[in-house]
């Protein structure tokens, strides 16, 4: 009986590994560069098929630019060389963190200032509620506070 | 005074946030401006198409205006696409392909150079050839470096062989009077 499960459990073993060679496979040389790919190849997004990253696509365009990602990892480039190397080409688009300049600033401006007039809004309303009572009242009142003493 | 800011307040932000928005309705996601605009056409050193012992470098687009199109047999927008480019080759343009494969894979390459040949003798065959030649781009290498993301897109160089223009999709009448005509018409002139 165990004979047949180890039997049976190695040919499932080279079902899976057979599985696993019909798709692309890329050796590296550290650990290291192999994360740098996979978290490279799933912040680059596709040029062609948008709001998929090259991980993700099928598209051929995809597949050449993981190529390239890897070719250009196991070359020893950095993490911001590489992520330059395709922006020269497919521009700041094809990188999913936006830059930060004079037409994008106001991603992060506006929902800041958008608060910060909410809070001055706020605390506005709160301060002129004492203002809004009479001073003709308050003397009033003042007065019959006199006449009880 | 107050109550009418109040008033008017969220609706000049609605105004402002539709308007955003219904422009955002008639916006292309797919162009975005090439940061290779004004600046030479990568370096690269590749055969003909057809004739494999001709080898083209960038040297190939000075003194000249070239709209250079990236095809291949497979691309169905293509060949709606090279009628349109036949038209614009008898006015007088020079066309110059750009050609891949998306069959061959780099790292095994499963299709011969033959077979290729064959294809597009046969596709241009029956469609006209606007193409004074053919660029093979092999390994798509010179397609990555020009940041191409498919098939049909045209490039407009001019006659220093820097990149003018760079056009997603196919080119037909409408696109060439909007995008090509006065852009051309400038870099003809210099």
């Known amino acids: 009986m165990i004979r047949y499960s180890v039997f049976i459990f190695s040919l499932l073993l080279l079902l899976s590994t057979q599985a696993h060679a019909s798709e692309e496979t890329y050796q590296f040389d550290t650990d290291a560069q192999s994360a740098l790919f996979f978290e490279l190849t799933k912040e680059l997004r596709c040029p062609m098929c948008q709001n998929q990253n090259i991980a993700d696509s099928d598209a051929m365009i995809a597949a050449d630019l993981r190529r390239k990602v890897y070719q250009l990892v196991n070359e020893g480039q950095s993490r911001e060389q590489i992520i330059d190397y395709m922006k020269q080409r497919y521009g700041d688009f094809v990188y999913y963190q936006p830059p930060v300049n004079a037409t994008t600033v106001w991603l992060w401006l506006l929902p800041v200032l958008f608060v910060l007039f909410g809070i001055v809004l706020v605390v506005r309303s709160r301060q002129q509620k004492p203002m809004i009572q009479d001073k003709a009242k308050l003397e009033a009142a003042e007065k019959l506070l006199e006449e009880d003493k | ?190």
Not at chain 2, 23 to 33: A, C, I, K, T, V
Not at chain 2, 171 to 181: L, S
């Open chain 2, 1 to 190: 005074m107050r109550k009418l800011t109040f008033f008017l307040l969220p609706l000049v932000l609605f105004i402002g946030l539709a308007i955003f928005l219904f422009q955002g309705l008639f916006s292309n996601p797919r162009e975005h401006e090439s940061p290779l605009l004004n600046k030479p056409v990568p370096s690269f050193v590749l055969p003909d198409l057809m004739d494999t012992d001709i080898t083209y470098t960038t040297e190939v687009f000075v003194g000249k205006v070239t709209l250079l199109n990236v095809w291949g047999v497979w691309c169905v927008t293509c060949a709606v696409e090279i009628p349109y480019l036949e038209q614009l080759k008898s006015e007088g343009k020079h066309i110059v392909g750009l050609y891949y494969d998306q069959d061959i894979d780099p790292d095994f390459g499963i299709k011969t150079v033959a077979r290729v040949q064959q294809e597009v003798a046969q596709k241009l065959g029956q469609l006209g050839n606007p193409y004074a030649y053919n660029i093979f781009d092999v390994k798509r290498d010179l397609s990555l470096d020009l940041g191409v993301t498919g098939a049909p897109e045209t490039f407009l160089i001019d006659k220093q062989g820097k990149v003018r223009l760079h056009h997603i999709g196919d080119i037909n009448p409408r696109v060439w009077q909007n995008k090509f005509e006065s852009v051309y018409a400038e870099v003809l002139a210099e």
